[in-house]
């Protein structure tokens, strides 16, 4: 069981073998990014508890792409031996579960690295293995942590907070796991001692949240929310409606002001104490211009087209890009040129579309090995008749 699986040899991570068990986004989308970085992934699924992910119809064709799949039960005696067995060989342990359950079950960190004392093990949680004792052994999942952690409050629109979507904790936390397990396992290549890293989902999201809270906690100032979209301090800054469309733009920059204060009609408060020269932000509360600007920008902004717009913009330098809807991806230039969407063909013979593997490496570019159908399947039947 401890042997290496075939299969091809690509990017930055060739040769890494990496286990993860968990269900659902966040640490399944840890495992993901090594696999597509060249990672030899194995998931292994508990058999108690199926993975509600596969439920979807699509998904899952993305999220488990370039995995090799396991059936354990790691707390049961058999399932226990075979899963320390491979833990021997295995050089990034990552587990998504409820706070320290692992260790309530007997499966500690020392247990781990007296099997492989270079292991790297990831705990990925809502609330961390420690803390207050009301809240490690808590569910959580994206709601809770942004809900938890400050995050979700400063979203939405002024009248409502609404959670960011979709499923922003879990991608960053499964991204905070991945990161954080190849910082460690960097050390680990120097020392030779394992680690043990403690991702608590609320922390990912504090720390992700940090912009304005810095404003708080220095200061006692309280950014509000957005409202319909737009910066909660700076005008111009946000999302704008056209004639036929929603552009966001970022007004920011002197000659941008300027320039652009001359477009709707504002070049006469320029040079004004309110505005001063140098200007390269306007404040929408605190400079009392705030509002005449943004009822400006509505007002010439909705007479235009977004490409009349953006070819303006273009010529002054300040940025802007048109709301894409998800049909206007496909085809649009930027994508098809980069390769941004991809597709392969799925175990039951289906073609899928998804997106690409980023980022891109220039010298071992990661791979979706699924797009060559007939040789991973065939990898794939090999390895699930391996682990039999």
Known sequence: MTTHLPMPAFGPLSGLRVVFSGIEIAGPFAGQMFAEWGAEVIWIENVAWADTIRVQPN?????????????????????????????????????????????????????LWKHNPKLVIAHLSGF??????????????????????????????????????PYTADYFSGLTATTSALAALHKVRETGKGESIDIAMYEVMLRMGQYFMMDYFNGGEICPRMTKGKDPYYAGCGLYKCADGYIVMELVGITQINECFKDIGLAHILGTPEVPEGTQLIHRIECPYGPLVEEKLDTWLATRSIADVQARFAELNIACAKV??????????????????????????????????????????????????????????YSEKYWL
Request: charged fraction near 25%; aromatic fraction near 10%; proline fraction near 7%.
């Open 324 to 381: 894409l809807t998800i049909p206007e991806l496909e085809h649009h230039p930027q994508y098809v040129a980069r390769e941004s969407i991809t597709q392969w063909q799925t175990m039951d013979g289906r073609t899928c579309k998804g997106p690409n593997i980023m980022p891109k490496f220039k010298k071992q570019p990661g791979e979706n090995l699924a797009r060559d159908a007939v040789t991973w399947h065939g990898y794939r039947r």
């Open 59 to 111: 998904y899952p064709q993305l999220s488990r792409r370039n995995l090799h799949a396991l059936s354990l039960n790691i707390f049961k005696d058999e399932g226990r031996e075979a899963f320390l067995k491979l833990m021997e060989t295995t050089d990034i342990f990552i587990e998504a579960s409820k706070g320290p359950a692992f260790a309530r079950r007997g499966i500690t960190d020392e247990v």
């Open 128 to 165: 961390g293995q420690f803390g207050d004792e009301e809240y490690p052994h808590l569910p959580a999942y994206n709601t809770i942590a942004q809900a938890f952690s400050g995050y979700l409050i400063q979203n939405g629109d002024v009248d409502q907070p609404m959670p960011a979507f």
